[in-house]
């Protein structure tokens, strides 16, 4: 079960087609006013979208394809980072809404953006398959 699991999660393709179908509908949401518009979800959807699109392609490893990963998951990263301080500032001045805590809070959601561009990552630079280290 574990190793089924394990095998789905390194599946290149797989995530990154999961992950551009999320970014699409999220994308629907947007344009369609069904959503609070907000420049941090649409930076980070931008950063999730085009990892996505380069984990599609069979050139994913190549040179250019990790350098685009790399600045423009950076950027997303950095954005969704400073949209969970922002909240975290405001959790230390008592302003913060605990009562409206969900899945669909932009806190909520700008971490599982983090935790999803780090993953892409590690699947962009084959993480998965270098060595360990034992120390």
Known sequence: MLTALSNLLLNRRLVGAVVLAIVLFTLALDVTGLVHPCPYCRMQRFALGVISI??????????LSRYIVAVVGMM?????????????????KGEFDWSALSIGH????????????????????????SPSRKL
């Open 106 to 129: 932009p806190w909520v959601l700008s971490g599982l953006a983090i935790l999803t561009l780090v993953w892409l990552f590690f699947l962009v630079f084959d993480l998965d398959k």
């Open 54 to 63: 380069v984990l599609l392609f069979r050139f994913y490893n190549a040179l």
């Open 76 to 92: 997303g990263l950095v954005v969704g980072i400073m949209q969970n301080f922002n909240h975290l500032k405001k959790m230390n």
